[in-house]
Every structure is written in structure tokens, then in C-alpha cells.
């Protein structure tokens, strides 16, 4: 047995373990040695998944046509949206000098500061806009007025 010099002396000492190797070992040069060709000559392609695809696309429900009287799915409220928005709200109130700082519990305005804090509220506005719920889209758009008003106020 050729292959039998790469396993170490004391695991082939037990007999069963050298009969498995042994074993193996012998199936293995059996199989480099016989001179059958193994490779497919024939390339076989299974199709089959493009008809499960078609079938499966077929019976998925169509959407309902523009006008149809069906009206779209309405979005659900986020507690984590409705909390960054407000998050950014507060930030840009401190910032305005309307709340104190809870660190120094001075009012300070920055007004740069509470305008990022505006137009982060903004391009959230802009860029999930169709994908609110009523009451997203409410306290956003509520809150941006009041900030937008309260900064025009300050400079």
C-alpha cells in the first residue's frame, strides 16, 4: 500500500483504522490506474427551471391597471422614521436657541447647524416622498413648517 506513508505510525496501529485506509487506499489506485475514460463526452443542459420560471410568473397576480378602482396598499406608520424625524427635529430647535442644551443648559443658536439639521429633513422628504404613511407624511411636513418658519425668524 503506496499511500500509507503520508498517515502517522500510531493511528494506523489500530487495525480497524488500518483495514479503512487500507481500504481506501487500494480503491483509490484502482481507480488511477484503470484506463477508463470517465469524462462525459455528451454536454447536458437542464432547461427545465425556465418552464418552472414561466409557470410560476404566469400564475403570480397581475397588477391592476391605472384606473382600475383599486387603490394601492397603504403604507404602515415607522415608530424608527417618526423618531429620526423628530430626532432632527429637536437637534435643529436646540440649535435655534428654542430648547436648551441638555449638556450646558444654555440656549445658543447656530444657525448653520439648524440649517443641515432643515435640509437633512428635506431630502428625506424629497426622497420618500410616495412611500409615507398619512401620518409620516403629516408630522414631517408639520414639522418642517414650523422649523423653516422659526429659522426664517432667527436670521
Known sequence: MTGLGLIRPDILADTKVSSLVGAIVGCAEELMESDKDIR???KKVDESWKEQAESVRAKAVPAAPAGS??????AETSK???SLVQSL???ALMQLGEI???VTEQREVNTE????AIDLLIAIRDKTRGN???DEKKTLETLLTQLQIKFSQSV
Open 40 to 42: 462525459f463526452t455528451e
Open 69 to 74: 378602482g383599486t387603490q394601492a396598499k397603504t
Open 80 to 82: 424608527a422614521f417618526l
Open 89 to 91: 427635529g429637536y437637534q
Open 100 to 102: 436648551p442644551d441638555p
Open 113 to 116: 447647524a439648524a440649517k443641515e
Open 132 to 134: 409615507l404613511s398619512e
